[in-house]
């Protein structure tokens, strides 16, 4: 059964960091893209990072690029998210993603073939 377990969520002051991890239970972690997601309340879901499963290639929404990164490691079956430079609308629940694909970075939610449950990010004014 494949499981994406994300952590590092938790309430932070804008302008502060948080890292968040997702943790899978892949047998072939290396063979998949990842992605992070979020949804803010009231919001349809939205994607933020994306990262090949080599590590090479990676792409950002607008809205996160510049302080938002992404990184894996394949070792540990384990893709990274770094935010800095928090900002209040960037409160949501994180979703990590995985797609089997060959190569590149998927952006599309619908070409994801699993989800974590997600973790909340809240970051106060």
């Known amino acids: 059964q494949v499981q994406l377990v994300e952590s590092g969520g938790g309430l932070v002051q804008a ?21 992070w997601f979020r949804q803010a309340p009231g919001k349809d879901r939205e994607f933020a990072a994306g990262i090949s499963w ?16 992404i990184s ?9 998210l770094q935010m800095n430079s928090l900002k209040p609308e960037d409160t949501a ?8 694909v060959p190569l590149g970075v998927v952006v599309r ?17």
């Open 15 to 35: 302008g502060g960091s948080l890292r968040l991890s997702c943790a899978a239970s892949l047998r072939t972690f290396s063979n998949y893209a990842m992605g």
């Open 54 to 69: 080599s590590g090479d290639s990676t792409y950002y929404a607008d809205s996160v690029k510049g302080r938002f990164t």
């Open 72 to 80: 894996r490691d394949n070792a540990k079956n384990t893709v990274y």
């Open 93 to 100: 629940i994180y979703y990590c993603a995985a797609a089997q």
């Open 109 to 125: 939610g619908d070409d994801y073939d699993y989800w974590g449950q997600g973790t909340q990010v809240t970051v106060s004014s």
